[in-house]
């Protein structure tokens, strides 16, 4: 190809076409421009085929803007195209005009880079207008998840109401609370010039119903006090009265006149999430489960993907990178009762695709492994490579996501072996926090610094932890759950790098180990898990602000030993297929769950997604009062039966060995490595912490390697804290 200078000398000597636009006159080449443009292309087609209008020599363009089509054919002739923003929306005109995808794509590629809070909707139009898709939805997603601050703009102000509508109905906006929605529609119309044209149409985009109760009064009381300074009288505002019924419908209040059930109407359909909680593999019903769940946090509901790992597996972990769910580690049951293996598979969960595959494995097996991600690498850390074995592992390996083809790689060792840790990357470095190191449970915490390549000690938790799971939100860890050798702890620790020490919070309601975590929208949710008598399906979520946890939809069934990922709904292409598909459905079942009591309980193992008992059926007494009544009051039991119903199956182990509580203390009592609970086969530390552990005893290296132990920990708890 000739160098642009060269080509702009033979371009002043072998043009053959001229083209009159805006006072420019530009001389040009036949070939070079249907070479560029697909509108010259069709054109000089035209004039070979004998068409007297395009056999002419010229042609004018008014309708463009003369220095930007200038500047385009320049470019034709490698000149260097200069794009600003006082020249893009008319270099994207003359480019669309002409039908130069080369052109197009650069304009494209700059407005990418532009893209900011205070041009987000100039740019979302501008690529409407010219059909550049990718940037469209680009745009879009940008919108949606900075509406809060973006609808502060200027910009904003100057939508159209179509164009306002437009956003504030769409299902994807990420703002949260709705009445984020509602200052924006407020704003709009204190600048609009005519607002009581379109007060009713902007306010019927907030979703009413789905605010909190205070939430809810407070925004009736603007809207109401907005329309009576625009003289709105009330008979013009149904759709008020619509959403108090609606409201007070879902609480219980109010019927219908013929009993029928509720469609969920606009005010009370939530929105598509910002975020999703997958859970993924697991302990259900006795053996290592296939299945995956995810959270629709603005339905709150769970729904069981139709997607499955090809077999069972419990106590794997996984990450998200993009759209990309990697599950690797943990124990594979295929079937009940038959011997469980270790495994060092990894596989890819692709939610852009909704297909599973297997890639490359770990170096070594490792069952209760633990793992973070850090600048697009996943390190595993420690676990267990096989049930004879009683150590732990210190070992630890990383995959870089960003390298072709993808390999796991080893690092350096961790200071002290441990499975069942919690793990985050947090502050360009990567947390272990507790664990389980093969004898006892743990409260040190180890750092790995990737730039220095070595392992250093952190401050250690208040409390021993095994079990537990680590999530990071608002630059602070959150130590949560576990056991500490004896109970199931619901109490919970936060990491503040202020001070480098870890304070305890609220506890959780239910205490309970190998349990989900996610941080989603801003909010802790806690799912699933061991309570030291059974898995549950409870879940609960925790309010930073409040410093408080609450009840939240269980899980649709009981299960512990999950491995758990958030993933960002704009990076998943259709998010609709994760999110709960019974919306229509939704204000009847949270009538039902008010009218129903006994739906109330911490654990009880029901889908509410399935549950369509009608209003009539309650009404006539079909849900057995007495029953649920009876449910309420065991849920309700004192504390103090609730340890001697947990306590009593080892009695009775007890009773038929013939051993008491003192021998069981003295570690005299040896069970099997493996062990059956209620037709669930699982490692015995994680479900019962009073056995001690048959595969760490009888080695004739055991006591030295517990000594060695011993004095590593004695070390490495004399280092500085991080």
């Known amino acids: 190809m000739f160098p642009g200078n060269k080509l702009q000398a033979l371009r002043s000597v072998l043009w053959n076409f001229t083209i009159y636009c805006g006072g420019k006159t530009i001389r040009a080449n036949k070939v070079t421009l249907a070479l560029h443009s697909e509108f010259f292309e069709a054109w000089f087609e035209f004039s070979l085929a004998g068409d007297t209008f395009h056999t002419k020599n010229s042609v004018t363009l008014e309708e463009l803007d003369g220095s930007a089509l200038e500047a385009i054919v320049d470019q034709f002739y490698g000149e260097k195209l200069i794009l600003n923003q006082d020249n893009i929306a008319n270099i994207l005109k003359g480019a669309d005009f002409l039908i130069c995808n080369e052109i197009l794509s650069l304009c494209s590629a700059f407005l990418e880079k532009s893209l900011s809070k205070s041009n987000s909707f100039g740019i979302f139009f501008l690529a409407r207008q010219f059909s550049l898709n990718d940037l469209g939805r680009l745009a879009e997603k940008f919108i949606q998840q900075n509406f809060r601050l973006i609808s502060a703009s200027e910009e904003f102000l100057s939508l159209s109401v179509s164009e306002l509508v437009y956003f504030l109905e769409n299902d994807n906006l990420g703002t949260h609370p709705e009445s984020d929605v509602l200052d924006a529609a407020l704003r709009w119309l204190d600048s609009a010039s005519d607002p009581a044209a379109h007060f009713i149409q902007v306010i019927r985009c907030v979703r009413l119903c789905l605010m909190s109760e205070t939430e809810y009064d407070l925004s009736m009381a603007r809207i109401t006090e907005a329309a009576a300074k625009l003289d709105l009288v009330p008979e013009k505002c149904t759709f008020l009265r619509e959403c108090t019924f609606y409201r007070n419908y879902m609480s219980g209040a109010g019927s219908t006149t013929h009993g029928n059930k509720v469609v969920t109407p606009y005010q009370a359909t939530p929105r598509i999430p910002n975020q999703i909680l997958f859970l993924l593999a697991g302990f259900s019903s006795g053996v290592p489960a296939s299945s995956i769940q995810a959270l629709d946090i603005r339905s709150e509901r769970w729904t069981n993907l139709t997607l499955q790992l090809p077999v069972g597996i419990a106590y794997p972990s996984s990450q998200t990178f993009k759209d990309k769910i990697y599950l690797f580690g943990g124990v594979r049951q295929p079937i009940a009762h038959m011997p469980q293996t270790f495994s060092r598979d990894t596989y890819i969960v692709d939610l852009g695709t909704g297909l599973l595959k297997k890639t490359v494995p770990m170096k070594t097996k490792r069952n209760f492994v633990s793992s973070a991600i850090l600048d697009n690498k996943i390190y595993a850390i420690g676990g267990k490579e096989a049930p004879e074995l009683g150590v732990r592992l210190g070992s630890c390996e990383v995959l870089d996501l960003e390298e072709k083809p993808l390999n796991w790689v080893k690092i350096s060792d961790m200071r002290s072996r441990r499975s069942d840790a919690g793990a985050v990357g947090f502050r360009r470095k990567v947390f272990v926090v507790g664990g389980f190191n093969g004898r006892n449970s743990l409260s040190t915490v180890e750092i790995y610094d990737p730039a220095r390549k070595i392992w250093i000690q952190g401050a250690n938790l208040n409390v021993r932890r095994t079990g537990l799971s680590c999530v990071v939100l608002d630059d602070c860890i959150y130590a949560i759950g576990g056991s500490d050798g004896i109970d199931r702890l619901n109490s919970v620790e936060r990491y503040c790098p202020q001070t480098k020490r870890w304070e305890l919070v609220a506890p959780m309601?239910?205490?309970?180990?190998?349990?989900?975590?996610?941080?989603?929208?801003?909010?802790?949710?806690?799912?699933?898990?061991?309570?030291?008598?059974?898995?549950?399906?409870?879940?609960?979520?925790?309010?930073?602000?409040?410093?408080?946890?609450?009840?939240?939809?269980p899980l649709t069934i009981p299960k512990s030993g999950m491995a758990f990922s958030v993933v960002d709904c704009c990076n998943i292409s259709d998010q609709q297929r994760f999110c709960y598909q019974n919306k229509e459905n939704?204000?009847?079942?949270?009538?039902?769950?008010?009218?129903?009591?006994?739906?109330?309980?911490?654990?009880?193992?029901?889908?509410?997604?399935?549950?369509?008992?009608?209003?009539?059926?309650?009404?006539?007494?079909?849900?057995?009062?007495?029953?649920?009544?009876?449910?309420?009051?065991?849920?309700?039991?004192?504390?103090?039966?609730?340890?001697?119903?947990?306590?009593?199956?080892?009695?009775?182990?007890?009773?038929?060995?013939?051993?008491?509580?003192?021998?069981?203390?003295?570690?005299?009592?040896?069970?099997?490595?493996?062990?059956?609970?209620?037709?669930?086969?699982?490692?015995?530390?994680?479900?019962?912490?009073?056995?001690?552990?048959?595969?760490?005893?009888?080695?004739?290296?055991?006591?030295?390697?517990?000594?060695?132990?011993?004095?590593?920990?004695?070390?490495?708890?004399?280092?500085?804290?991080?």
Not at 607 to 613: K, R, S
Request: glycine fraction near 8%.
């Open 586 to 722: 939704l204000v009847q079942e949270i009538r039902n769950k008010a009218m129903t009591p006994c739906l109330n309980s911490p654990c009880p193992c029901l889908n509410f997604g399935e549950l369509d008992t009608s209003l009539s059926d309650i009404s006539a007494g079909s849900l057995d009062s007495n029953q649920g009544a009876a449910e309420e009051e065991e849920e309700d039991q004192q504390p103090e039966q609730m340890v001697a119903d947990m306590v009593q199956p080892m009695d009775e182990v007890d009773q038929q060995l013939g051993l008491g509580a003192e021998e069981l203390v003295q570690g005299l009592l040896i069970l099997p490595a493996q062990v059956q609970h209620q037709g669930e086969v699982v490692d015995e530390h994680d479900e019962h912490p009073h056995h001690f552990h048959q595969d760490d005893q009888g080695s004739e290296d055991s006591d030295e390697f517990w000594e060695e132990e011993e004095e590593e920990e004695e070390e490495f708890m004399d280092e500085e804290d991080f």
């Open 509 to 553: 309601t239910v205490a309970r180990s190998n349990l989900g975590v996610g941080c989603v929208e801003g909010r802790i949710v806690v799912a699933g898990g061991y309570k030291g008598d059974d898995v549950t399906c409870s879940a609960e979520i925790y309010n930073k602000d409040l410093n408080t946890w609450e009840m939240f939809t």
